[in-house]
């Protein structure tokens, strides 16, 4: 069965200080992994998608790469307006299957 | 940005009533999802489709029922509402491109509180 884990639960960083969420998985038939990010009360909203192992995408402070194990989302130099929740998903099997993972609360204080 | 739409935002509502909750996307996306997502807690795929006329129920067991007579439209459907039903409802698209997942675009949710 696939298995997404996020870690940690929760995140609480100094503006500029900059840190890495990891997203461990295990999976028959990796077809893609996503990055997401949430605000309360939202949608997820998309960020990044990385298919194959070493595959490295970045979008303004964050960037996030890939293992045959996991992924990090590296976040530099954060600012409160980064907080949110961020959210993993894997996409594998023949209908292409997702499941998404808990989630890290990410909150950046002033 | 995304071009999909859920209404209404927010519904209060009575046990055993009828709800359907609308989901529409303007990409053309053929791929529609229905996701299910308690506070705190990850996503849950209850419903998805492929394309017109096309059905599918995802890994969690729901007591709703979806259509998809149009591309651009897949509303959700609960014949009689329960207090159990209590969660945030989110409706998403996606190109369908065969072998690769494309990414999903969200709709703000619909937060239904059954009383």
């Known amino acids: 069965e696939d298995q997404v884990t996020q870690s940690p639960e929760a995140l609480r960083l100094q503006e500029g200080e900059s840190s890495s969420l990891n997203c461990s998985y295990t999976v028959s038939g990796l077809r893609g992994l996503f990055w997401y990010r949430q605000d309360p009360g939202k949608g997820p909203e998309f960020l990044f998608t990385l298919y194959s192992a070493g595959e490295e995408k970045e979008k303004e402070r964050l960037k996030a790469t890939l293992t045959k194990k996991e992924s990090f989302l590296h976040i530099t130099a954060p600012k409160p307006e980064d907080s949110a929740t961020y959210l993993c998903a894997l996409a594998s099997g023949g209908y292409q299957k997702v499941t998404f993972g808990t989630g890290t609360k990410l909150q950046v204080i002033p | 940005e995304a071009d999909i739409y859920q209404t209404p935002r927010y519904l209060v509502i009575g046990t055993g009533k009828k709800i359907t909750l609308e989901c529409s996307q303007t990409?053309?996306?053929?791929?529609m999802y229905w996701y299910q997502q308690d506070p705190g807690m990850e996503l849950h795929l209850i419903h998805y489709s492929y394309g017109v006329n096309s059905t599918e129920k995802g890994d969690l067991s729901s007591e709703s029922t979806v259509s998809r007579i149009r591309t651009e439209h897949f509303p959700l459907t609960l014949e009689s509402a329960r207090p159990s039903h209590t969660s945030q409802y989110l409706c998403?698209?996606?190109?369908?491109?065969?072998?690769?997942?494309?990414?999903?675009?969200f709709g703000q949710g619909t937060r239904l509180t059954v009383v």
């Open positions: 998403a698209s996606s190109e369908y491109s065969g072998g690769a997942n494309t990414e999903a675009f």
């Open positions: 990409m053309g996306h053929d791929k």
